[in-house]
Each structure stands twice: as structure tokens, then as C-alpha cells.
């Protein structure tokens, strides 16, 4: 079955970039939404955007001047930039695929998730 | 801050029937459909229930969605001691192409 992993610096320092990967293992990356959110300490899930196989994408408005998700077919793998971070950037980081039709409205859920990877932003 | 409202807590006993409710607005949950995520301490979320109402293979017929205008609820019956955990509603704001949003989450506690 399909499975994810993020991967990436532990420990980012203030004002730097914030980058994570997440590859796709056991299934195809292409044809699919792929989606990154996040989880500070002791809080709920937030989403940070969406990226599609073909390169399309979709921020959330807050975090838009700082966040590009980008994709790599060839080596199966999607990745979150986030740049001057700050201490509020701290969270569990997760990336899923999102199952969704955008062009018909269909939202089938993020029905595969990575475990997670701790991101601190300190100095 | 979520725009999407859930209570901070829900419990019951062994067997009880627990229920979650997701308050929204006509622009997100009165527009598109909810989405409900678990998340079990320490783990990372699991999809429960999608379009409202539906359940992705595996998941037990113990939970079970509904939705009506710009509220959405999640029913646990048979309540058992796994189901400790978080639960989150999801959905867009206006359409796919514009905001997710997640719910406030909720700790449901079995006693």
C-alpha cells in the first residue's frame, strides 16, 4: 500500500528556511493531490497547502509569502519550503495525500499520512 | 483560530453512544462536504469518515458521520477503550481550490 515519509532537518534557526521532503513509496505520485499540514506542540492540525501531480498548487492565505511546495515526479517525492521561520513555525510537520476532484467538488479525504516529523525553529 | 467550532471534550463509559458535533458556516460546511480524522495519542491523524458520511475500508461501523446545513456531527456507538483519542472535522472554505479548514479537534475520553 502507499506510504509516506517526511524527512528533513529536526532544528531550524530563526529567520532561516524551514525545508522538508516527503517521498511516496508503493504507489504512484502522479495523478494525485498531495497536501502538507502541520501541528504545533499541544494544538490542533493546520493545513499549509496542496500541491497536484502537475505542479498545481494551493496555499493557505497566511502562510502564502512564505511557502512553496514543489513536486518531483521522477524521484517520487513533494517538499515544503517555509522561509523566515519563527518560533511559531515549531510543530509536527505531516504530509498526506489528499483525495480530491477538484474540478467536480469531490473531497474523498486525506486517506494516507506520513508519521510526522518534529520541526523545532530555535537558535 | 478554526472556523469550524467542536467541543473541547466528550466522554462516556464502555459501550456508551458518544456524540461530536462540528459547527460551521454556509461557506464551508454548508458548501462542501466534512470530512472527520482520529488521532490516536502520539500518532499522526487517520481518515474516519469522508463525504459526510461515508466510511474508508476498515473503519468500523461504530462510527458513523451525518451532516445538516452548516452542521456536521460524529457518532461513536459501542463506545470501547481504542477510541481514546482526538477528533477533528474537516472541510473547505468556499471550494477545493480555496481554504482547508480543520475543526477546533476534541478529546473524547472513555471513562
Known amino acids: 500500500q502507499v506510504q509516506l515519509q517526511e524527512s528533513g532537518p529536526g532544528l531550524v534557526k530563526p529567520s532561516e528556511t524551514l525545508s522538508l521532503t516527503c517521498t511516496v513509496s508503493?504507489?504512484?505520485?502522479?495523478?494525485?493531490?498531495w497536501t502538507w499540514i502541520r501541528q504545533p506542540p499541544g494544538k490542533g492540525l493546520a493545513w499549509i497547502g496542496y500541491?497536484?501531480?502537475?505542479?498545481?498548487?494551493n496555499y493557505h492565505p497566511s502562510l502564502k509569502s512564505r511557502v512553496t511546495i514543489s513536486v518531483d515526479t521522477s524521484k517520487n517525492q513533494f517538499s515544503l519550503k517555509l522561509s523566515s521561520v519563527t518560533a511559531a513555525d515549531t510543530a509536527v510537520y505531516y504530509c498526506?495525500?489528499?483525495?480530491?476532484?477538484?474540478?467536480?467538488?469531490?473531497?474523498?479525504?486525506?486517506?494516507?499520512w506520513g508519521r510526522g516529523t518534529t520541526v523545532t525553529v530555535s537558535s | 483560530q478554526s472556523v469550524l467550532t467542536q467541543p473541547p471534550s466528550a466522554s462516556g463509559t464502555p459501550g456508551q453512544r458518544v456524540t461530536i458535533s462540528c459547527s460551521g458556516s454556509?461557506?464551508?460546511?454548508?458548501?462542501?462536504?466534512v470530512n472527520w480524522y482520529q488521532q490516536l495519542p502520539g500518532t499522526a491523524p487517520k481518515l474516519l469518515i469522508h463525504?459526510?458520511?461515508q466510511r474508508p475500508s476498515g473503519v468500523p461501523d461504530r462510527f458513523s458521520g451525518s451532516k445538516s446545513g452548516t452542521s456536521a456531527s460524529l457518532a461513536i456507538s459501542g463506545l470501547q477503550s481504542e477510541d481514546e483519542a482526538y477528533y477533528y472535522c474537516?472541510?473547505?472554505?468556499?471550494?477545493?481550490?480555496?481554504?482547508?479548514?480543520f475543526g477546533t479537534g476534541t478529546k473524547v475520553t472513555v471513562l
Open positions: 474537516a472541510t473547505w472554505h468556499d471550494s477545493l481550490s480555496g481554504l482547508h479548514v
Open positions: 463525504t459526510d458520511n
Open positions: 508503493g504507489g504512484p505520485l502522479t495523478g494525485y493531490y
Open positions: 500541491i497536484f501531480s502537475s505542479g498545481i498548487t
Open positions: 454556509s461557506s464551508n460546511i454548508g458548501s462542501n462536504s
Open positions: 498526506a495525500r489528499l483525495d480530491i476532484v477538484v474540478g467536480e467538488g469531490q473531497d474523498y479525504g486525506m486517506d494516507v
